[in-house]
């Protein structure tokens, strides 16, 4: 391809072997983090292993019951993992089924395509529902129930190693433990400390958990689930 110099040459370097190798050097490195291989979809072994999830949503009759079946890939080697291959929902109750059953068979599509699927757990959980979601027992605030299938999506990809568990390590957990004991015995009168989730009466809701574990202690208010403390 021919270049056309419109300006001033006011001074040249050569290209060296050395730097040459380096240029393409960083294209592979770059190519290779950049592009996730997809291959074929993956054909059904006659047997898969998986687990079944149960919720119960004060917006659906009857219990879901969610089905996630994995692959188990490398078997039998160090390399040896599963990775979710098909995924099902079932209930009693038929008035989500139609969607519920385009969302399933999309979801187990993307799974049989490869590479990494555990963006479907943040897609899900960032659906709103119009009339505002809903509480689930222990605190926990569910935007909709298809946020509330991804959180079980989530649970899953955690059990079978593809997702980290979040959580506190112990030193946090020894903190929050510490601080709840101090609120309590601050604010609370005995006999009615806690609500039904274990934190103390009047906690607040959590923005990043969604727990109603949040409390205002020394001026911040400090989540007593997730750790999470905000001050000012
Ligand atoms: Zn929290």
Not at 45 to 68: F, M, Q, R, S
Not at 118 to 132: H, Q
Not at 168 to 176: A, G, I, P
């Amino acid at each position: 391809m021919a270049i056309k110099i419109e300006k001033k040459i006011v001074s040249y370097n050569l290209v060296s072997e050395e730097d040459k190798a380096k240029a393409a050097e960083a294209k592979t490195q770059e190519s290779s983090a950049n592009v996730i291989q997809l291959g074929e979809p993956l054909s059904r072994p006659d047997k898969l292993v998986g687990n079944t999830y149960k919720i119960k949503t004060p917006v659906t009759e009857h219990a879901l019951y969610i089905t996630i079946n994995d692959v188990v890939m490398n078997e039998g080697t160090p390399q040896e993992h599963r990775r979710p291959f098909e995924i099902f929902i079932n209930s009693k109750n038929m008035e989500h089924f139609q969607w519920i059953v385009a969302l399933t068979r999309v979801m187990s599509a993307v799974f049989r395509k490869g590479g990494d699927v555990t963006f479907l757990v943040e897609e899900l959980k960032s659906v709103f529902e119009p009339s505002g979601g809903y509480f689930k027992k222990g605190g926990k605030f569910v935007p909709s129930l298809v946020a509330e299938i991804g959180e079980v999506v989530e649970q899953h990809l955690q059990e079978i190693g593809m997702l980290k568990k979040p959580g506190l390590d112990e030193h946090q957990q020894k903190l929050v433990e510490e601080k709840k004991a101090e609120y309590l015995e601050k604010h609370a009168k005995p006999g009615e400390e806690v609500n039904d989730e274990g934190y103390p009466k009047g906690a607040q809701l959590c923005k990043k958990c969604n727990t109603k574990a949040s409390i205002i202690m020394d001026g911040c208010l400090t989540c007593l689930n997730c750790g999470e403390s905000k001050c000012g």
